[in-house]
């Protein structure tokens, strides 16, 4: 098995939670994001 290490740049990230069923609220939590 081979490894190999790398060092990233800095990212900045976002997430946002939806709790509930997929449907048309999801696709508006999608879109604010």
Request: aromatic share 12%; glycine share 6%; charged share 20%.
């Amino acid at each position: 098995m081979n490894f190999q290490v790398e060092t990233l740049p800095n990212y900045r990230i976002a997430y946002m939670r939806k709790i509930g069923p997929y449907g048309s609220t999801n696709a508006q939590a999608m879109e604010r994001i």
